[in-house]
């Protein structure tokens, strides 16, 4: 079995920083994009930054120029470090990740964390 669990999220004022991180753990063969998504109460789970195979990163438009999606593969980790927090950013954080289970798949297979609130204040 496989497990996502994130740690980091919290209380920040506006114009403050949090920086979230999602550990995998488990049988992993091999992880391929790992990334980040975004729930408010009401609203349906959108995309926030994606780390794709190659290295390439993916952003909404909506946090490009705050937000820094980086990851350490020999932790099988993967870090959101947001900057200038708007209390528009609040909301549930989610890790997601596919990755290849050795023990349970010959496949990728698509994670989700458990998800972390983040909650600004104006």
């Known amino acids: 079995q496989v497990q996502l669990v994130e740690s980091g999220g919290g209380l920040v004022q506006a114009g403050g920083s949090l920086r979230l991180s999602c550990a995998a753990s488990?049988?992993?063969?091999?992880?391929?994009?790992m990334g980040w998504y975004r729930q408010a109460p009401g609203k349906q789970r959108d995309l926030v930054a994606v780390?794709?195979?190659?290295?390439?990163?993916n952003y909404a438009d909506s946090v490009k120029g705050r937000f820094t999606i980086s990851r350490d593969n020999a932790k099988n980790t993967v870090y959101l470090q947001m900057n200038s927090l708007k209390p528009e950013d609040t909301a549930v954080y989610y890790c997601?990740?596919?990755?290849?289970?050795?023990?349970?798949?010959?496949?990728?297979?698509?994670?989700w964390g458990q998800g972390t609130q983040v909650t600004v204040s104006s």
């Open positions: 780390f794709s195979r190659g290295g390439s990163t």
């Open positions: 488990g049988s992993i063969f091999t992880i391929n994009t």
């Open positions: 997601n990740a596919a990755i290849w289970d050795w023990r349970g798949s010959s496949r990728y297979d698509d994670y």
